[in-house]
């Protein structure tokens, strides 16, 4: 089996294994993380009544300002600080963080220090 395969089968056991025990209520809502090769997308979920509460992606214009020179860990920084201001203007102020199996560095830690540093409670 091809090693990309064989990451993505774990990666996605590692989610399965974090939303067994994760779940976002209307007290505190999901933050949920998706990492592809290029973009990042971050997205605030009550999981009870089964809503996106806020959702921001490194697609989105005034995120992307002239991406081509802007590294994927400062667009997942953009997109950190985007989910947090989103976030607390729907008077939800803690969440729990849901990495979606990826590891806590690089973009995913980025993403998740500028939403702290935005105001979110994680």
Known sequence: MPRDK??????LARHRRVRR???GTPDRPRLCVFRSLKQIYAQVIDDVNGHTIAFASSLEPDIRQSA??????ELSKRVGA?????TLSTGATKVVFDRGGYKYHGRVKALADAAREGGLDF
């Open 6 to 11: 064989d990451s993505r089968k774990l990666r």
């Open 21 to 23: 025990r994760a779940s």
């Open 68 to 73: 081509e020179q802007v590294a994927k860990a």
């Open 82 to 86: 985007a989910i947090a201001q989103r």
